[in-house]
Each structure stands twice: as structure tokens, then as C-alpha cells.
């Protein structure tokens, strides 16, 4: 299966499929971990996870255990914005490609947290 791309306005692209880590996955890292790699041989390089079904800690030891350069898959993923720290420890990849802050009210310390990851730590 091959995936097209969409080219964002940073220049780099984000494949239009990916291979969401959901629901069906909630606290079962081991099993995170091992369809992740089925599903890079079946073709996708966009992984999401998610701080509430506990699936980030899984989708970066997926990710690892593939041993493909970070920066040619997209790794993204949705949590609250309490715990984005959390997400950057329990994925150890480095960097997020994208991330989804999720708040029930927008405030101005959410755009101090979303200045200070995009500095640190997205590609």
C-alpha cells in the first residue's frame, strides 16, 4: 500500500491514512507495540496515540523496534493539556510530529505550553 502525502506549510508533508492506536487498544502497550510494526510493513508512516487509552508508552517502543530513521514516519498524538510532559516521556522518540492539546476552555497559559513545545520539542 502506498500512502500520498498532503505538504503542509512548513514544508514538510503528513500522509493523508494513519494507523490510529484507539479503543481497541486501551492500556495493552505489548499489543500497541507489535501492531505498530504489522502495520509499517503493511505500509503506514502516520502512527497517533493518545494520553486517555494509554496507548503512547506501546507506540513508541513500536516505533523503536522498527529502527527506521524518526524523521520518515509522522507520530502524533491527543492529550490533555495537564499532561503533555507525560507524552514526551512515555513515547521517548524524541519529538512529536503533531500534537493535540485538548481543553475544555482555552486560556493564555495553553498558548505559553504550545510556545514552548514547539520550541523544544516538534521537528
Known sequence: MVVSSIK???????????????TSFINRGDDVTLVVQQAYQAGFRLFDGATLYGTEEGLGQGIEKLGV???????????????????????????????????KFAN????????????????
Open 69 to 103: 530513521e524518526r524523521n520518515t514516519i509522522f507520530v502524533t498524538s491527543k492529550t490533555p493539556d495537564w499532561a503533555w510532559t507525560k507524552v514526551i516521556q512515555l513515547i521517548r522518540l524524541g519529538f512529536l510530529s503533531h500534537l493535540i492539546l485538548s481543553r
Open 8 to 22: 503542509l506549510n512548513t514544508g514538510r508533508s503528513i500522509p493523508r491514512v494513519g494507523f490510529g492506536t484507539g
Open 108 to 123: 493564555s497559559s495553553i498558548f505559553r505550553v504550545l510556545l514552548f513545545f514547539k520550541k523544544s520539542y516538534l521537528f
